[in-house]
């Protein structure tokens, strides 16, 4: 069981940036893909982006493409999105996942990851 913390989410203006952290309870924590969805208000929840279990290779919605990028560092059991450029339409509740099937390649569907954190809540005003 792996149990997934969130942090870092906040008020922003139009413009300005945020980073999210999401720290990992799971020692095999490099076994793991890793990813960031989030949740608008009356919107299903969407993919926003993953980086394998290594770090070598990211993959990234296209809304947020150019604007955000996704870390980790296996040895803290840490995952990052930093987010620049923040519109008003990235207001959301954001959520990080893990993908236990790393020797499966990157994937945007939710069915494919086991375990969820809380969520943090980022709110960008216009």
């Known amino acids: 069981q792996v149990q997934l913390v969130e942090s870092g989410g906040g008020l922003v203006q139009a413009g300005g940036s945020l980073r999210l952290s999401c720290a990992a309870s799971?020692?095999?924590?490099?076994?793991?893909?890793m990813g960031w969805f989030r949740q608008a208000p009356g919107k299903e929840r969407e993919f926003v982006a993953v980086i394998s279990w290594g770090g070598g290779s990211t993959y990234y919605a296209d809304s947020v493409k150019g604007r955000f990028t996704i870390s980790r560092d296996n040895a803290k059991n840490t995952v990052c999105l930093q987010m620049n450029d923040l519109k008003p339409e990235d207001t959301a509740v954001y959520y990080c996942?893990?993908?236990?099937?790393?020797?499966?390649?990157?994937?945007?569907?939710?069915?494919?990851?086991?375990?969820w954190g809380q969520g943090t809540q980022v709110t960008v005003s216009s």
């Open positions: 996942a893990a993908d236990s099937q790393y020797y499966y390649s990157l994937s945007r569907l939710e069915g494919r990851y086991d375990y």
């Open positions: 799971e020692g095999a924590f490099s076994r793991y893909h």
